[in-house]
């Protein structure tokens, strides 16, 4: 079976710019959620999508949006960037995303200019 | 307050060695998964280990295994037989509410150790 896939691995925006980010979960699975990784921080929590709406949210600002499709690939947007938001962008898929391991996929590494 | 503690930044250990990551959580929930990720420098977050709260036994995977302390609120991961490609970030992180369904369902992550592995 397929793990979970993102993409662009890597991406260099300037400041004030827009992003979106993909992410395909395992065959199967219908919950998928996004998580913000910086060296200050840690991992955090951004959101859940399960079944094309958002389950739960983490505390990040409105800039920081999401989406789930039919098939449950997930997307995640991010408007006027700024430099606080260079991180790695983790994706991870779970079958019901309450009882079951989540797994990860690659991630993406943002860099804002 | 922290609810997930990784009290060792860094962690040398050599080759074929067992090694004990450390992890002490904090929860009032009794109904909980503990998780152990291992990152390496690539970044992806790949799944060790998972323990649920009340699981009688001690979870183990291969060469990787769980001491969970419930009463000390501990859960640490050992590591039997270490080898150089160990060499990662780990990472404990938990999740309330998975038994009767509450759960928020995000994971709650630790700081993370980071492990080496002398040869």
């Known amino acids: 079976k397929a793990g979970v896939t993102q993409t662009p691995r890597y991406l260099i925006k300037t400041r004030g710019q827009q992003v979106t980010l993909s992410c395909s979960p395992i065959?199967?699975?219908?919950?998928v959620s996004w998580y913000q990784q910086t060296p200050g921080q840690g991992l955090q929590f951004l959101f859940e999508?399960?079944?094309?709406?958002?389950?739960n949210k983490g505390n990040f600002p409105g800039r920081f949006s999401g989406r789930q499709f039919s098939n449950s690939r997930s997307e995640m947007n991010v408007s006027t960037l700024e430099l606080g938001d260079s991180a790695l962008y983790l994706c991870?898929?779970?079958?019901?995303?309450?009882?079951?391991?989540?797994?990860f996929g690659p991630g993406t590494r943002l860099t804002v200019l | 307050a922290q609810k997930i503690t990784q009290t060792q930044p860094g962690m040398f250990v050599q080759e074929k060695e067992a090694v004990t990551l450390d992890c002490t959580y904090d929860?009032?929930?009794?109904?909980?998964?503990l998780f152990w990720y291992k990152q390496p420098s690539s970044g992806e977050m790949i799944f060790l280990i998972y323990?649920?709260?009340?699981?009688?036994q001690n979870a183990t995977e291969g060469r990787y295994s769980l001491n969970f302390q419930k009463a000390r609120k501990s859960a640490n991961l050992v590591i039997s037989a270490s080898q150089l490609g160990d060499s990662a970030m780990y990472f404990c992180?938990?999740?309330?509410?998975?038994?009767?369904?509450?759960?928020?369902?995000?994971?709650?992550f630790g700081k993370g150790t980071k492990l080496s592995v002398k040869p």
């Open positions: 999508y399960f079944s094309e709406t958002q389950r």
């Open positions: 992180a938990m999740r309330e509410g998975v038994y009767y369904g509450g759960s928020q369902g995000n994971l709650i």
């Open positions: 929860t009032s929930d009794p109904s909980y998964g």
């Open positions: 991870a898929s779970s079958f019901d995303g309450r009882s079951d391991t989540q797994y």
């Open positions: 323990q649920g709260s009340y699981d009688q």
């Open positions: 065959s199967g699975h219908r919950s």
